[in-house]
């Protein structure tokens, strides 16, 4: 029997989705992005599936060691590279390509005196104004860590474009040609060698001037669409994670009755309740809005009252024969995760991830 939430994971469907970025992106070299336990998704499970990938990219150090200790041989970029010695020690013990964007990176690099031990990606900072180095910066930097001796040449070079999920914004092709012209600007005996990477999912599939020698596809693996005009599945892709529930009760209620906390929703008309066993504990959104779309055995029905921990209560009217232990789907097959994302003002990135611990993975390997 399966438990009250779960999620089913389709993995065949990372390698269709992978296959979309070699289609849009053919000559270049896929830097996997599974930062965040793989989007929500299983960091282990996501890099599994994805070890014909050129390299994989996490945020942090210790998302890097938990991949080498589980076996991954791939290139591994940390894009948040290191904050101290210490950081860089276990960067190099275990192999990890640390991303560069700050000046006391670039002082601890310079304090040290083995030879070529690590590789590195140099960050410009082209107008995301978080990590990185400004144009005015960048030459005097890219010189510094090239006399590095722990620096393993070449150095590889890589910006963020902030925008590109606007299709219609301009910001997008003046980060790419800032890139660019900075880096036109380096010593040209060095300047072939250089590997490059711009574009994030939205550059690959929205912004041919960003594919360079590297891509860093992410939301886009998992089958979700990063532009908030379309869905993954419009796009091509296909989503890897559904979410599910069942109910667990079903009950006539009158005009006039209030349901769910400070009684935010009165009914209209008599009909009939339903209670899904999901809530924010579970990681479906705390503030989806009324008439946010659920399925209940296959068919459309519309959230009422707040989201709470545990429970979430729909309006049965359209399914007049539901009862306790009827499928619920949160988002899944014709229900997109980017629909419910819109209903509750956030981004399906953030639905994704924050699916919590108590949800029961269950793994689905055939189409």
């Known amino acids: 029997m399966r438990p009250a939430v779960y999620a089913v994971l389709n993995l065949d469907a990372v390698q269709h989705n992978l296959q979309r970025v070699r289609y849009y992106a053919p000559e270049a070299k896929i830097m996997a992005v599974i930062k965040a336990n793989g989007y929500g998704h299983g960091l282990l499970r996501i890099a599994d599936a994805l070890q014909t990938v050129d390299a994989f990219a996490v945020a942090r150090v210790d998302e890097g060691i938990r991949l080498r200790k589980a076996g991954i041989k791939n290139r591994i970029a940390v894009l948040e590279g290191f904050t101290c010695a210490e950081e860089l020690d276990e960067l190099l013990h275990y192999q990890l390509d640390p991303v560069v964007h700050s000046f006391t990176q670039v002082d601890i690099f310079e304090s040290r005196t083995e030879q070529d031990l690590c590789a590195i990606w140099l960050k410009f900072d082209t107008g995301m104004n978080r990590l990185g180095f400004k144009v005015n910066e960048f030459n005097a930097v890219y010189q510094?860590?090239?006399?590095?001796?722990?620096?393993?040449?070449?150095?590889?070079?890589?910006?963020?474009?902030?925008?590109?999920?606007?299709?219609?914004?301009?910001?997008?092709l003046k980060q790419i040609s800032l890139f660019n012209e900075t880096l036109s600007a380096l010593a040209p005996e060095v300047q072939p060698k250089n590997e490059r990477s711009i574009a994030n999912s939205a550059g690959i599939l929205a912004w041919k001037e960003a594919l360079t020698d590297w891509v860093r596809p992410g939301v886009m693996l998992y089958g979700i669409s990063?532009?908030?005009?379309?869905?993954?599945?419009?796009?091509?892709?296909?989503?890897?994670?559904?979410?599910h529930s069942r109910?667990?009760?079903?009950?006539?209620i009158a005009k006039g009755d209030k349901v769910g906390y400070a009684g935010s929703w009165i009914c209209e008309k008599s009909t009939t309740l339903g209670v899904v066993a999901i809530g924010y504990g579970d990681g479906y959104p705390r503030y989806a809005k009324g008439g946010t779309p659920v399925l209940v055995n296959g068919q459309r029905v519309p959230l009422i009252g707040r989201v709470s921990m545990d429970m979430i209560t729909v309006d049965l009217?359209?399914?007049?024969?539901?009862?306790?232990?009827?499928?619920?789907?949160?988002?899944?097959?014709?229900?997109?995760?980017?629909?419910?994302?819109?209903?509750?003002?956030?981004?399906?990135?953030?639905?994704?991830?924050?699916?919590?611990?108590?949800?029961?993975?269950?793994e689905k390997t055939a189409l």
């Open 226 to 243: 990063p532009f908030s005009d379309s869905t993954g599945e419009q796009l091509g892709l296909k989503p890897i994670m559904s979410l």
């Open 144 to 172: 510094r860590l090239n006399r590095c001796s722990i620096i393993r040449p070449p150095i590889s070079l890589m910006t963020h474009l902030a925008n590109a999920d606007d299709k219609q914004d301009p910001a997008t």
């Open 317 to 362: 009217e359209a399914q007049p024969h539901a009862k306790p232990g009827d499928p619920v789907t949160l988002w899944g097959d014709g229900l997109p995760v980017e629909e419910i994302a819109v209903c509750a003002d956030t981004i399906p990135y953030t639905l994704v991830c924050g699916v919590t611990q108590r949800v029961q993975i269950v």
């Open 247 to 252: 109910l667990i009760a079903v009950k006539p």
